[in-house]
C-alpha cells in the first residue's frame, strides 16, 4: 500500500511540476517566412490571392486532389486538400483579401483552426517582398503548450519550399 501511495504521490507531484513549467511557455505561436520575388507585384498578388494557382506553387500538391467551392480568387475562396490514401484533408478558405494582405483560415482534419496571414511589401522598381505566417494558438493543457515549441520546425520547412517554388515560378531575369 505504501508503495501505491508513493507512486500516485509521484505522479500527481510529476504532472504539477510539468504544468507549472508549461505556464510559462506562451498560448501562442507564429512561424514567419518571408522572400523578396523580382516580378510584377500582380503576379505575385493573383498567385496568393487566388486559390487556383496554388497547385503551381504549394509544397506537396503535386499528388494532392484539390477541390475548389464556387469562388476561387479574393474574399470566401474555399479549397478542400485531399492527400492520396485518405491521410488527411485541408481546408483553407480566404476570409479576408486586401491590396496589402490575404488572411486565409487552415483547418486540418477539422482540427483547431490555424490562421495563415500572407503579407505584401512593393515600391517601384523593387522585388516584392512577400511574408507567410502561421499564428497556432493552444490551450493551457501543457502537452499542447509543449507542441508549440515544435511549430518552427513542422512549419518552417513547408512554408520555405513553397515561397521557393512561387519565387522560381514568378522570377524575372536580373
Given at each position: 500500500m505504501r508503495f501505491i501511495k508513493f507512486g500516485l504521490?509521484?505522479?500527481?507531484?510529476?504532472?504539477?511540476?510539468?504544468?507549472?513549467?508549461?505556464?510559462?511557455?506562451?498560448s501562442s505561436t507564429t512561424v514567419t517566412r518571408t522572400i523578396d520575388i523580382n516580378a510584377p507585384f500582380d503576379s505575385v498578388y493573383n498567385s496568393i490571392n487566388n486559390l487556383a494557382e496554388w497547385h503551381r506553387w504549394?509544397?506537396?500538391?503535386?499528388?494532392?486532389?484539390?477541390?475548389?467551392?464556387?469562388?476561387?480568387?479574393?474574399?470566401?475562396?474555399?479549397?478542400?486538400?485531399?492527400?492520396?490514401?485518405?491521410?488527411?484533408?485541408?481546408?483553407?478558405?480566404?476570409?479576408?483579401?486586401?491590396?496589402?494582405?490575404?488572411?486565409?483560415?487552415?483547418?486540418?482534419?477539422?482540427?483547431?483552426?490555424?490562421?495563415?496571414?500572407?503579407?505584401?511589401?512593393?515600391?517601384?522598381?523593387v522585388p516584392v517582398t512577400l511574408q507567410w505566417q502561421f499564428v497556432q494558438k493552444v490551450k493551457w493543457y501543457p502537452w499542447q503548450k509543449f507542441s508549440l515549441i515544435f511549430s518552427d520546425k513542422a512549419f518552417g520547412p513547408f512554408m520555405e519550399r513553397s515561397l521557393d517554388s512561387l519565387k522560381q515560378q514568378l522570377q524575372q531575369p536580373g
Open positions: 504521490s509521484s505522479v500527481i507531484i510529476l504532472f504539477l511540476i510539468i504544468t507549472a513549467i508549461s505556464a510559462l511557455i506562451p504549394m509544397d506537396n500538391m503535386d499528388s494532392a486532389k484539390c477541390n475548389i467551392a464556387d469562388k476561387a480568387m479574393g474574399n470566401g475562396a474555399k479549397m478542400i486538400i485531399e492527400y492520396p490514401n485518405n491521410t488527411h484533408k485541408t481546408s483553407i478558405e480566404i476570409v479576408e483579401s486586401t491590396s496589402t494582405n490575404v488572411k486565409t483560415v487552415w483547418r486540418v482534419n477539422d482540427s483547431k483552426p490555424l490562421t495563415g496571414d500572407f503579407y505584401f511589401m512593393s515600391k517601384p522598381g
